[in-house]
């Protein structure tokens, strides 16, 4: 199975700072690489698939990037609405598997 | 755009077992996979297996081999996933998540599903 090794756990930031959160996979999974944001009591919302594709009405301050092992997730300019855990997650292999998440909080 | 409706919460035994609906509409049902993903109070995403509907074809994760059944039932645009022996590790919300690439584009609403004695 493909681990999936995420980090920071959390992290505090202000409002504007730029935000990003990386993932690593523990063999090559091309860019089969996708971010989810989750609220509390909420679902995952998908924002990224494919390692940098923005989901239809994903806000632009969104992005990610990379391949093979090592990605990227950037919210350029943190805003208080984005408060919430964000995960990556691999497809490249069965089974799916997901980062640990990071919790993303407002200094 | 596709919708997912999950059935309600459940209460259940250690030993049991436990049966979570989750209703499509909105799309055509066969022409995805939908997946079962679990999490545990205050912990993270754990993918339990998926079924393909136009095919029939289910699979799983190995941590949830026998203990797990995901079926579909496309004269309802409905599929179920039922896991047997519960524990009270199995204390989680369980969602569905249709894959009409290579992500979880869509998600249920979630089904919190406890066990008790």
């Known amino acids: 199975d493909i681990q999936m090794t995420q980090s920071p756990s959390s992290l505090s930031a202000s409002v504007g700072d730029r935000v990003t959160i990386t993932c690593q996979a523990s063999q090559d999974i091309s860019n089969y690489l996708n971010w989810y944001q989750q609220k509390p009591g909420k679902a995952p919302k998908l924002l990224i698939y494919?390692?940098?594709n923005l989901e239809t009405g994903v806000p632009s301050r969104f992005s990610g990037s990379g391949s093979g092992t090592d990605f990227t997730f950037t919210i350029s300019s943190l805003q208080p609405e984005d408060i919430a855990t964000y995960y990556c997650?691999?497809?490249?292999?069965?089974?799916?598997?997901f980062g640990g998440g990071t919790k993303v909080e407002i200094k | 755009q596709v919708q997912l409706v999950q059935s309600g919460a459940e209460v259940k035994k250690p030993g049991s077992s436990v049966k979570v609906s989750c209703k499509a509409s909105g799309g055509t049902f066969s022409s995805y996979t939908i997946s079962w993903v679990r999490q545990a109070p205050g912990q993270g995403l754990e993918w339990m297996g998926r079924?393909?509907?136009?095919?029939?074809?289910?699979n799983y994760a190995q941590k949830f081999q026998g203990r797990v059944t995901i079926t579909a039932d496309k004269s309802t645009s409905t599929a179920y996933m039922e896991l047997s022996s519960l524990r009270s590790e199995d204390t989680a919300v369980y969602y569905c998540a249709v894959s009409q690439t290579h992500a979880f584009d869509i998600w249920g609403q979630g089904t919190m599903v406890t066990v008790s004695s």
């Open positions: 494919d390692a940098s």
């Open positions: 997650q691999q497809y490249d292999n069965l089974p799916p598997s």
């Open positions: 079924i393909i509907p136009i095919l029939g074809i289910a």
